[in-house]
């Protein structure tokens, strides 16, 4: 029997259910019930752990392995939000490593290594998604080595290993100094927040201080329509596209944004908030 700890199991359940292989979905919710009844295991028994945020205690792991599905190429980002942390440090590439859980966190050996580009313009909830569906074709290059996991071969990791925790998703990491952040910085903060809790800044709306999130932004170089360098966090209006902003170096042109309390706006409608907008530095 498989048995599953996920918190999000849709595409591994529809997986198993299309290739009729039997397992049991323990809810987090359900696993300490679960790990009162251990000695029910059988020594064929086995598990997957997907996002589902515990950590397994060691009479759990000597009664079956437990195959680890980690958002990144371990030991690269030990943690809770190796997503995130990829995108924020600007890497171009990362991937998706199943390994045998430990009572290390993320130090286990690794079974299968699978390195993807990172796509540009993408948030990383987005980049999860995609992970996601790429999982039912990993278990299926494993079930074709073998449908035994005692015959799957795994290596310790190499390297240096770093780490993340989801502290670093605080709403004050999100916020975007344009005084002291680069044009590169910002962009960075915007996609790896996307879409909790958001990259966000203060700014004065009709006269009133409020905060404005950012969903969607593009690194561009000195705007051809503005005569003068702008300076960090002031505006200029680039029709049809969205707002310019100077920052500590370079330029960000913010495409989709949303004022606080009011509705997201995209390109020319972000336009239209010209006169109406300033950014507080």
Avoid at 30 to 48: H, T
Avoid at 60 to 69: E, P, R, S, T, W
Avoid at 229 to 236: A, F, H, M, R, V
Avoid at 249 to 264: P, Q, S
């Amino acid at each position: 029997m498989i048995y599953l700890f996920s918190s999000t199991p849709e595409v591994l359940e529809q997986y198993f259910s299309k290739k009729n292989i039997d397992y049991t979905l323990v809810p987090k919710e359900s696993c300490s019930e679960f790990l009162a009844s251990l000695d029910k295991l059988d020594r064929k028994d086995w598990g997957i752990s997907f996002n589902y945020g515990k950590i397994f205690p060691a009479e759990l792991l000597q009664k079956i392995k437990i195959v680890n599905v980690h958002f990144s190429l371990l030991p690269k980002y030990r943690g809770a939000v190796p997503v995130e942390a990829a995108v924020l440090n600007g890497d171009t590439v990362s991937g998706i490593t199943l390994q045998w859980t430990s009572e290390g966190l993320d130090e286990g050996d690794i079974i299968m290594m699978r390195n993807f580009d990172l796509p540009v313009h993408t948030p990383a909830g987005d980049i999860r998604s995609l992970y996601i569906q790429q999982l039912p074709q990993m278990f299926e290059d494993l079930f074709k080595l073998s449908e035994n996991p005692n015959d799957w071969e795994s290596y310790p990791q190499q390297g240096e290993s770093s780490y993340c925790n989801k502290a670093m998703l605080s709403r004050e990491n999100a916020f975007l100094s344009f005084g002291s952040l680069t044009a590169n910085e910002i962009y960075r903060r915007v996609f790896a927040f996307n879409p909790n809790p958001y990259a966000w800044c203060d700014v004065e709306f009709n006269g009133q201080k409020t905060t404005m999130n950012i969903m969607q932004a593009e690194v561009i170089g000195h705007p051809t329509h503005v005569a003068k360098q702008l300076k960090p966090g002031e505006i200029s209006w680039l029709k049809g596209r969205g707002m310019v902003i100077g920052t500590l170096l370079g330029y960000i042109l913010v495409t989709e944004a949303i004022v606080a309390g009011r509705k997201v706006l995209k390109n020319g409608d972000i336009v239209a908030m010209k006169g109406n907008l300033n950014i507080i530095v």
